[in-house]
């Protein structure tokens, strides 16, 4: 192996340590049982991410908080890009340990600032129905080894989402 790839995978497992280290403060602060419940008393779940385009147009990454530790996929549908704002049209496929769901959102990322705002609703599991609300900041150089590269560079998302109660009809 080279020197420089040697390099990645120990950049790779020092982040995804620090990214299992930022999980147990959330996971300390509920008790047994308590995790996956806050959905079930009208508050919500909240979902902190990390995420990364792998082989256009499909996202990897890590979830934690109320879904569980787990891992994210996902795939972009429509991509409308700008000098300043993009439009992303996509599917978040969240596979927490407490909770595994599907969300159908539209992002919209600025550029400029390097952060985004998502709107969506939940198209599948029990929380079927819910409007998912949330956030990220685009995180460069994020030194993820199957991130995609290029035009878009080595790039990483890191954010919350929060997933209401379903909508009474």
Same mark, same amino acid.
């Given at each position: ?27 300390? /602060? ?64 969240? +596979? ?14 600025? +550029? ?34 199957? /991130? ?22």
């Amino acid at each position: 192996m080279t020197p420089n790839r040697i390099q990645r995978r120990f950049f790779l497992f020092a982040w995804a340590c620090a990214v299992a280290l930022q999980m147990l403060p959330a996971l300390a /602060a509920s008790g047994p049982g308590d995790r996956g419940d806050r959905d079930n008393d009208g508050r919500g779940v909240q979902v902190v991410f990390t995420k990364w385009v792998t082989d256009w147009p499909n996202m990897a990454g890590l979830v934690s908080g109320d879904v569980g530790g787990g891992t994210f996929a996902g795939e972009i549908l429509k991509y409308t890009p700008s000098a300043a704002i993009d439009k992303i049209e996509a599917l978040y496929h969240l +596979n927490g340990g407490a909770h595994q769901l599907t969300a159908h959102v539209l992002v919209t990322q600025n +550029n400029l600032k390097g952060t985004a705002a998502i709107k969506g609703v939940v198209t599948d599991r029990p929380l079927k129905g819910a409007r998912v609300r949330g956030v990220y900041e685009v995180i460069a150089p994020c030194g993820v080894i199957n /991130a995609q590269n290029g035009s878009i560079g080595d790039v990483c998302f890191q954010g919350t989402l929060d997933i209401g109660p379903v909508p009474e009809d």
